[in-house]
């Protein structure tokens, strides 16, 4: 009969740059949500008689499909991935502020050629000045953590080989930009102006990496993850370095 039938059909989805195999069975109905959706039901509609079988976007309209996709994304401080020593201080739920001292690392990954985001700082104890350091890690976990708890290596080198160290005042915003399409490059700024001496930018770094800053010990200070455009107080020295978007919104 004919729910009986396992039909086999070939969708071409230009807008994805690939080609889907999709099975239509009776049991397993599969709603394909692409911009090229009248294509995809134009194609399926000359293999199926829709007198029994309809496609539904399950009630989305494409503005709501449209909306979800532009919405702004919400990144924060990865616990699992800084060390216990440091503390995540809760705003509003956005648990971008960061406190105590070691390695902190965001949630996001850096998967765009350009990208853009600030810090800043908060420095405790009356000090004039101290010295944090900005970039990008590679992923940590707790394991990492123990293992150089028990080096001899100074903390300060614990996931700190792409970073910079920038001497900060209480309320220094620093800006970082990365480049990934040629050779990988990050440069640092201080309240919007390029840093030029040493410390102001690295290269050649490889691997996953993740935005990343490093607390003092004994700074009493803290640093604030600005990650979206309504955020930044200085914003990105050139349009064509865009805030962070996690890798399922690149898909």
Known sequence: GLFERRYQVRCEVS?????????IHHQHFLAIETNKM??????????????SIE?????????????????VQVHS???????????IVDNNDLKNTVSGFGLALADVPVEQDRAYWEWRVKVG?????TTFMFGVSNKRNSKFYEILAESTIPPERHGTKFMGAVSVS??????????????????????GEMI??????VSRFRGTVFPAVYVPDGSSGSATFLY????YIHGPPSPDLTPLIAERSLM
């Not at 399950?58 to 709501?64: F, H, R």
């Not at 979206?228 to 955020?231: G, K, L």
């Open 15 to 23: 807008c994805l740059g690939i080609q889907n195999n999709t099975y």
């Open 38 to 51: 009248g294509q995809c039901c134009s194609c399926i509609g000359r293999y199926l008689p829709f007198s």
């Open 55 to 71: 496609m539904s976007t399950g009630g989305v309209t494409d503005d709501e499909l449209l909306a979800n996709e532009e919405a």
């Open 77 to 87: 401080i990865d616990v699992a991935m800084s060390a216990p020593s440091i503390s």
């Open 125 to 129: 104890n009356g000090a004039s000045n």
């Open 170 to 191: 209480d309320g220094d915003v620093v800006g970082v930009a990365v480049q990934q399409s040629e050779i990988p490059m990050i440069q640092l700024y201080l309240n």
């Open 196 to 201: 030029l001496q040493d410390g102001g930018s």
């Open 228 to 231: 979206s455009e309504d955020q």
